[in-house]
């Protein structure tokens, strides 16, 4: 049986579901792709684990001090890695270093921190196409939402003329929560904090900033558009008025946090802000902690996707969606782990 080993940089919520959801789904991976999966190492900023013969959930508490940075993932001889650490758009955070360290030495990685795909993205691309290594992102835009996935797997073929995201489900909560409750942006705020679900710093959220990132990564590694985060047009939400909330419900017209690209071309413009919609717009329906993508194309006409969970453990079943089609793609190029 073929064998793949799998690291994961990053142990907090999303890593550690990660790493709970893989060992449960190690019969699967057996029985389904004949794969022997083994998380073999899992890392934090300054500790982590590593055991080649694979590890299980009752360690996970008693992490070890200097086990961790791209070094030690590379000594762990893993053929995955999987980056869940911490976001950073301005300097790509330490998942750049993990991703650029796996990518180079030909390893498959899986991203679910965004910073590192917004900060140097195409490179990469690039990185990965030169040695044959693959670099998948399901979690970092959008995560149970298919957005990659529509536009790689769903829409092959196809030339995308363009598309729009509701991409960021607090700003789409703190909206729906003003439009049909009645209540103003701080009090949804410090609801939405209260239940969990929104930053503590939401200015990343308000101003735009996470649907932007979104919306990069989407457009380079789904549409190949090589933008940079100066290409992106953003505006957020956080100067909405009680007297826009009764224009648009006058008119009967639904408020969102929008990411668009248009095709121009052989580029695509890309900007971030609010949009309204008519009532009859499946975009008007996507509510509360929803995410909603449409596409429109040359051949295969609009299509929808709405929904798909945010929490940390749909973050994961994202991931690993990622990790089955790399292992899928393995056997059917022949390749071991
Ligand atoms: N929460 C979600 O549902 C969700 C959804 C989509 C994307 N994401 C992204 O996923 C990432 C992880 O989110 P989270 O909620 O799991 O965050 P979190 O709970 O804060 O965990 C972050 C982890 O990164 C570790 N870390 C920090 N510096 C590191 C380094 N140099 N090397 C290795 N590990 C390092 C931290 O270790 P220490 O504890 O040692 O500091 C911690 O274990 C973030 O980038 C987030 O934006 C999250």
Known sequence: MQTSQIAITGFGRVGRAIAAMLLARRSRYRDLLGVDVRLVAVCGSRSGLFDPAGLDEARFDALEEDLSGPD?????????VIEAGPSDHRTGGPGLAYLTMALEAGRDA??????????????LREIARGTGAT????????????????????????TVLGLEGILNATTNFLLDAMMTRGVGLAEALAEAQAG????RDPRGDLEGWDTAYKLLILANFGLDARLTLDDVAVEGIA?????????????GRVPKL??????????FAARVGLETFTRNDPLAHVSGHDKAIRVATDTMGELVAIGGASEPTATAAAALKDLEHILTARLSRGRAG
């Open 72 to 80: 030690f993932v590379a000594s762990t001889g893993a053929d995955v």
């Open 110 to 123: 899986i991203a679910v921190s965004k910073g590192a795909l917004v900060h140097s993205g195409p490179r």
């Open 135 to 158: 670099l998948k992102v399901s979690g970092a835009t959008g995560a149970a939402l298919p957005t990659i996935d529509l536009l790689d797997y769903n829409l092959r073929g196809t």
């Open 196 to 199: 969990g679900f929104a930053e």
């Open 239 to 251: 100067a909405i008025t009680a007297d826009d909330i009764a224009t648009w419900q006058s008119e």
């Open 258 to 267: 929008v990411g668009r690209l248009t095709r121009e071309g052989d580029r």
